[in-house]
Structure formats: C-alpha cells, structure tokens
C-alpha cells in the first residue's frame, strides 16, 4: 500500500468548500481508478488560515500514474479547487506503508 500525501491552506471560510470539491469532484474520479484503495481530508487551524492535508492510498505506482500521470509526484490540482485555496503544494509525497494498527479510517463503509 502506498500513501499519497499533498497538502495545501485556505481560508476559514473557504476549506468547506474545498471539502465539498473533494467529496463532489475528486472522489468520483479516484474511485473510478483501478488501485486506488481510499482517502481521509484533514484539516488544523493554522495561524494562516486552515491547514489542509488529503492522504489518498493506492495498491500500487502504476494506480498512481494512471490518476496523476508519468510525474507521479506533480499534485492534480483543478483550477476550482485551486481558486479556493490560498496555498498549496505542487508536488505530492509518497510512502510505502509499512505498518497499520487499529481500525483505518472510513472502515465503518463511510463515503462521506
């Protein structure tokens, strides 16, 4: 399993929206993917604005190639989400997981 971690901040008043983007827009289409394997949004009040990070996890590169393309690490970004954030990265991280304890998050069949 691969972790893929991208980070970002907005506003207060617009991370909402962003969450709404990423439930609505994105979500659909890393669902559609062969290998993807999930996603959790989270989020911290910063001095900035809201700190936002979005960890997707894949059962492969290959999975990942066929949602970001060859560069893996560029970050997919639409333009709308874009427009609502006030920073964010434009390369993604990537990790193997090499341990899980406990009970992973959305387990309970949550689509939110």
Known sequence: MIA?????QAAPDQ???YADHLRSHVLP???A???YAGAVLLQRTA???VEIVVVTWWRSLDAIRAFAGADIDAA????EAASLL???DQRARHY???MQDGVAPGSRGDRT
């Open 15 to 17: 991370a909402p929206a």
């Open 4 to 8: 893929r971690i991208w980070s970002a």
């Open 96 to 98: 193997t997981v090499v």
């Open 33 to 35: 993917v062969e290998g």
């Open 47 to 49: 001095s900035r604005g």
């Open 29 to 31: 289409v890393l669902r």
């Open 86 to 88: 006030t920073q964010f």
């Open 76 to 79: 997919v970004v639409a333009d």
